[in-house]
């Protein structure tokens, strides 16, 4: 991570993308490109609130570590820059560089004010860069896609080598009218539309920020889905912003989803855990993947936030952060194909175990975990059999009259994340509260991976079948962790806690 010059201000993770100073939300832009991430994002330069939206940049070679950059897309008079993409140009089809010297192409959306003669439009935009991202120019020709809608928006453009030929395909949204649509270029400047996919599924709020990526099946390159993504706000399991995913075919022009529970704008509610979603917390937004990450890696990232109440979130100096990296796969659980999410581990090099607890009963009651092993900054590995147990967890970021409450209901099969009790909670109305996810025992176990990043829980159930991200705002002295069962016949069969 970076040294931002107000690091020691209170909640600043360590291990989570903050700007050093001033506003972000969606991650942007995410590229992989000649050795080096590039991480753009929705960002205001001069103010801790949302506006003047401009790309804000940092690179990192780990994604780990970022180091931040000059904002690389600013905003001007006629446009805010919004969410989008980029892609490198390989084959300088563009011809924005040169054959030896492939440009990275950005492609957002220009949300263009009065002031401008398409004032009040959504249109989608280009900007180019021949030194590997650290300086951009805006195309002369902008919009290069306009649809005279002012709300169409979020451009994801990826290569697509098929069946049906070899060109750029970008997917965007009609947010209100909840839909995906898709379009294809030769040069990522003129575009033609190929299909519109939706309303499905959750459609309680605006369909933002789409993507669409193929992922081999149980790790067999013979047997690929695809996943279309799209976020929506509000409507979102736990309440606001979420994101939901579909899993099908895309022959090159139609995404056609065998995941659609329900269609249309007409929803039953009732049905909304039957869908697909990224996370079941409250603060996992505008998640999109990274272009030409190697090894065939799929990475995404997220903003740790929620239109309900991201504009007010208890920071000073900066506001928004964006989630760890996570390599997402598509694996059978239970006869099923879901999308397994393993955070990028900033413990893996360097981290060390400060404790650690071997196979044993869990009997009824709360065993607090000695003072060494407190933090605010920790990985916890835990796996549990409940048995008998009705109900067994662990207490996060305790002290005081403060904690978050992670709790497995082995009669329901419901795992829980608290955070009524976190710390500051009435910042908003609508902060406190309580996320769920059915998650099936594996042979009687439960298998946990949680980060905790001073504020915040992000919590990994089975190996990443279900997530679950929650801001949480406690005193920097409330940092005890425990176990719990609320009768005996539980067992806890490992524990790690690394610093
Ligand atoms: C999602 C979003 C996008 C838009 C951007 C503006 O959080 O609303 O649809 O491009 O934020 O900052």
């Keep these: 991570m970076t040294t931002p010059t107000v690091l020691h201000c209170q909640y600043r993770p360590q291990h989570h993308y903050t700007a050093d100073r001033n506003w972000l939300n969606d991650p942007n832009g995410l590229i992989y490109a000649n050795g080096t991430y590039h991480l753009f994002y929705q960002h205001n330069p001069s103010g801790n609130e949302w506006g003047n939206m401009s790309w804000g940049h940092a690179t990192s070679a780990d994604l780990l570590h970022w180091d931040e950059q000059p904002v690389a897309i600013v905003c001007d008079e006629q446009e805010a820059i919004f969410s989008g993409s980029a892609v490198l140009d390989r084959n300088n089809t563009s011809g924005f ?43 002369s020709g902008n919009p290069v896609a306009d649809r005279g809608s002012a709300e169409f928006r979020d451009p994801k453009v990826f290569w697509y080598d098929g069946t049906a030929g070899n060109y750029w395909v970008m997917v965007a949204v009609e947010a209100l009218d909840r839909e995906v649509v898709l379009y294809k270029s030769a040069d990522l400047k003129s575009w033609e539309y190929l299909s519109t996919f939706g309303p499905a599924n959750a459609t309680g709020g605006v369909w933002e920020c789409p993507d669409l990526f193929e992922l081999p099946v149980d790790d067999d390159p013979g047997t690929t889905k695809w996943v279309l993504v799209v976020n929506l706000n509000p409507g979102g399991i736990a309440g606001g912003s979420a994101g939901q995913y579909f899993l099908g075919t895309f022959d090159g022009v139609t995404f056609v989803s065998e995941s659609t529970v329900t269609e249309g704008l007409q929803q039953d509610d009732s049905r909304m855990v039957e869908y697909g979603w ?145 710390g500051n909670t009435d910042f908003h109305e609508s902060f406190a509260s309580v996320e769920r996810v059915t998650v099936p025992l594996e042979d009687g176990r439960l298998r946990l991976r949680i980060f905790l990043d001073r504020c915040s829980v992000e919590v990994f159930a089975q190996d990443g079948a279900a997530t679950i991200t929650d801001q949480v705002f406690a005193a920097e002295s409330s940092a005890r962790l425990g176990l719990f069962a609320d009768c005996d016949g539980a067992e806890l069969i490992s524990l790690a806690v690394v610093r």
């Design 97 to 139: 560089g040169t054959p030896d010297n492939p440009p990275l192409v950005a492609i957002y959306t220009s949300a263009y004010s009065p002031a401008s003669p398409l004032g009040g439009r959504q249109a989608q935009s280009l900007a180019y860069s021949t030194d590997d991202g650290a300086s951009w120019t805006k195309y």
């Design 278 to 422: 990224l996370d079941w917390g409250r603060d996992y937004y505008a998640a999109v993947s990274f272009s030409n990450s190697p090894d065939g890696r799929r990475l995404m990232i997220g903003w740790m936030n929620n239109w309900q109440y991201g504009g007010v979130t208890p920071t000073s100096g900066w506001r928004g952060a964006l989630t760890l990296v996570r390599e997402v796969r598509l694996a059978t659980r239970a006869g099923r194909v879901v999308l397994m999410q393993a955070a990028v581990d900033p413990f893996e090099n360097g981290g060390a175990t400060i404790y650690s607890e071997a196979r044993r009963p869990l009997a009824a009651g709360t065993h607090w975990l000695p003072a060494e092993a407190s933090g605010d900054v920790l990985r916890i590995d835990a796996e549990f059999e409940p048995g008998a147990a009705g109900e067994v967890g662990l207490l996060l970021r305790a002290g005081g009259a403060e904690q978050t409450v992670l709790a497995y209901d082995s009669a329901t099969g419901v795992l829980s994340l608290d955070r009524t009790t976190c």
